[in-house]
């Protein structure tokens, strides 16, 4: 089954930048989505990002877009997100998450996931 390590979390000053890694093992990832979410105390799992491993367009939830940027090296196995302009309220723990086979509306759903990694914790704080 596929694994998935995420790694870069850590604290940043409001306006900060942050790049978090997704490492994925035990493909083959082919037809995989790889989506972002993030979980802050006492709230639900929320969409972050997401594309297909295999190239196509990125959605972004609208309260990144422009901040926040999705990319792949399949070279390694490993997507990133690139957080930028940070806010308090980008604080979470961040998850990557993958799946076979999803159509593009189902990027989005932390239900159509299987896979998760252990998370990592972003804060921004002064």
């Known amino acids: 089954q596929a694994q998935l390590v995420e790694s870069g979390g850590g604290l940043v000053q409001p306006g900060g930048s942050l790049t978090l890694s997704c490492a994925a093992s035990?493909?083959?990832?082919?037809?995989?989505?790889i989506s972002w979410f993030r979980q802050a105390p006492g709230q639900e799992r929320e969409f972050v990002a997401g594309s297909r491993w295999s190239g196509g367009a990125t959605r972004y939830a609208d309260s990144v877009k422009g901040r926040f940027t999705f990319s792949k090296d399949r070279a390694k196995d490993t997507v990133y997100l690139q957080m930028s302009s940070l806010k308090p309220e980008d604080t979470a723990t961040y998850y990557c998450?993958?799946?076979?086979?999803?159509?593009?509306?189902?990027?989005?759903?932390?239900?159509?996931?299987?896979?998760w990694g252990q998370g990592t914790q972003v804060t921004v704080s002064s």
């Open positions: 998450a993958a799946a076979y086979n999803l159509r593009q509306p189902e990027i989005s759903d932390p239900g159509r996931f299987s896979y």
């Open positions: 035990r493909g083959p990832f082919g037809t995989f989505v």
